[in-house]
């Protein structure tokens, strides 16, 4: 069975400045997708980017970006230029691309924005 | 389209009634997901559908609940009887293939 594991459960980090949230995994599989999902006090889970195993390119949207290293089984995400609106839980996911293919969430870690 | 759609956004309830919690998920999207987040627990899969089909319900708690999926438009999640510990957010999901999950916002159950 996959495992997604986040072992920071709170960050906090200065409005303008740069966050990182970590999240390693667990799987045997070659082929699947990652993602990191936000989920603010409204409670509405929303996609924030997404990772696929065989490209080497770490995906970037806007401010976030990822560090992808698939040897080391890790995937953690890069805020730059932090916005009080960043604040919010942050669920690390995974998913293989095959049959059987559930999404495998991580226990979130809470990030906290100081003005 | 406009994305997943839950009811109802709230639910409380008294133990021991039925509760049915219903999803539509984004049209043309063939996999459909039940989860339940608590503070304990996290975000849980329940079970998932592929085409209208029940794929995998290993992580459906007991036999209270169960869940439907009759046409490629709508999902239901039933708890039968309810108990207090059911209490949670309950999410819907759907997904174009093996690609990111578009959630519903949620019915938070309350179960007094």
């Known amino acids: 069975a996959q495992t997604v594991t986040q072992s920071q459960p709170e960050m906090s980090v200065q409005e303008a400045e740069t966050v ?3 999240c390693t995994y667990d799987t045997s ?3 699947y997708y990652l993602f990191w999902y936000k989920q603010p006090p409204s409670r509405q889970m929303i996609l924030v980017i997404r990772q696929e195993a065989y490209k080497q390119q770490n995906a970037t949207e ?3 970006s990822v560090n992808f290293q698939k040897a080391a089984k890790s995937f953690s995400l890069k805020i730059s230029d932090s916005q009080l609106g960043d604040a919010a839980m942050y669920f690390c996911a995974y998913r293989r691309n095959n049959a059987g293919n559930m999404l495998t969430f991580g226990g979130g870690t809470r990030l906290m924005v100081k003005p | 389209d406009a994305g997943v759609i839950q009811s109802p956004r709230h639910e409380v309830t008294e133990m021991g009634q039925e509760v049915t919690l219903r999803c539509k998920p984004i049209s043309g999207h063939d996999y ?3 989860y339940r987040q608590t503070m304990m627990r996290g975000l849980e899969l329940l079970i998932y559908f592929n085409n209208n ?3 995998d319900d290993s ?3 007991e036999d209270r609940f169960s869940a439907k999926m009759p046409n490629a438009s709508f999902s239901t999640l039933k708890i039968q009887p309810s108990e207090p510990r059911d ?3 309950y999410f819907c999901a759907s997904s174009a293939g093996y690609l990111e999950a578009f959630f519903g916002q949620g019915t ?3 179960v007094v």
């Open chain 1, 20 to 22: 990182t949230l970590s």
């Open chain 1, 29 to 31: 599989e070659s082929d």
């Open chain 1, 62 to 64: 806007n401010r976030f």
């Open chain 2, 32 to 34: 459909l997901f039940w």
């Open chain 2, 53 to 55: 089909v029940p794929i």
């Open chain 2, 59 to 61: 992580g459906m708690p």
């Open chain 2, 87 to 89: 209490s949670a957010v």
């Open chain 2, 108 to 110: 938070r159950l309350t």
